[in-house]
């Protein structure tokens, strides 16, 4: 049974960070593209960073380049995604998902997706 486990998420305030984890059972994650997502209230499930098992490129949506860092602990069978300088648009549920899709950046086509780990910031 595969599960795709994302925790980390908090109530924080601008400015401050948190690390989100992504850890999994049943399955690898080395190997397969890896992407989280978030979706705030209201709007589409949008890409904040993914990783592409073919080139083992990094994708970023612009909004949190230099702020954010997607990485990996294939020891652990877990990825993260620290996130520093938080703002209230951050706000939203993470999402880790897992698999081989077209464009690590697309929410379609992942096989397995976590539950999700809610992030408030308050301004």
């Known amino acids: 049974d595969v599960q795709l486990q994302a925790s980390g998420g908090g109530l924080v305030q601008t400015g401050e960070s948190l690390r989100l984890s992504c850890a999994a059972s049943?399955?690898?994650?080395?190997?397969?593209?890896i992407g989280w997502f978030r979706q705030a209230p209201g709007k589409e499930r949008e890409v904040v960073a993914c990783?592409?098992?073919?080139?083992?490129?990094?994708h970023y949506v612009d909004s949190v380049k230099g702020r954010f860092t997607f990485s990996s602990d294939n020891a652990n069978n877990q990825v993260y995604l620290q996130m520093k300088d938080l703002k209230p648009e951050d706000t939203g549920v993470y999402f880790c998902?897992?698999?081989?899709?077209?464009?690590?950046?697309?929410?379609?086509?992942?096989?397995?997706w976590g539950q999700g780990t809610l992030v408030t910031v308050s301004s």
């Open positions: 049943g399955y690898t994650l080395d190997g397969h593209d």
């Open positions: 998902a897992a698999g081989f899709v077209a464009g690590c950046w697309l929410p379609v086509g992942y096989d397995y």
């Open positions: 990783v592409s098992d073919e080139d083992r490129s990094l």
